[in-house]
């Protein structure tokens, strides 16, 4: 296992989301694999994913995954990650607003031998961002 590719091939795939390729982004996960922390409308694995980030990408176009901070060891990942993106489309319910919109999260993965995702779990700051949409 070596941690420091699984970071290199972290980062890859936050630059691939950045660019808004969203199959480089999911080109890390393996099939099957399951990722806490998202939704409970969507499954809770690659496809639940992508349709979380679709959503995203269509109310923030503009959305960038900043890296904060990184730590890898054996077949663990762990990383503290900025979300920034200008809000323009419906977003929880809420009309675009041109406001940018900015909250973090953090995400642990678990690697595969070959160096693919296997599990992640994903911690956002939701109160933040439901403050931020006016919500509460």
Known sequence: MDAQLNKART???????????????LAIYAPGA?????????S????G???VLTEIRRALPDVQALVQAIV????????RIRYTGTHRG?????????????WEAMTF?????????????IIGDDLSL?????LI
């Not at 809770?44 to 496809?47: F, H, L, M, Q, S």
């Not at 419906?90 to 900015?102: D, E, F, I, K, M």
């Not at 993965?109 to 779990?121: C, I, Q, S, Y």
Request: hydrophobic share 40%; net charge negative; proline share 4%.
């Open 11 to 25: 980062l890859d795939a936050v630059n691939a989301l950045n660019r808004g390729d969203l199959d480089g982004y």
């Open 109 to 121: 993965r678990r690697f595969d031998h070959a160096g693919r995702v296997v599990e992640r779990w």
């Open 49 to 51: 994913h992508r349709e």
């Open 130 to 134: 439901l403050r931020q949409l006016g």
């Open 44 to 47: 809770p694995g690659v496809d």
């Open 34 to 42: 399951v990722v806490h922390g998202l939704p409970d409308h969507v």
């Open 72 to 79: 890898a060891e054996d077949d663990l990942l762990a990383a």
């Open 90 to 102: 419906v977003l929880r319910g809420v009309a675009p607003t041109g406001r940018v919109l900015s």
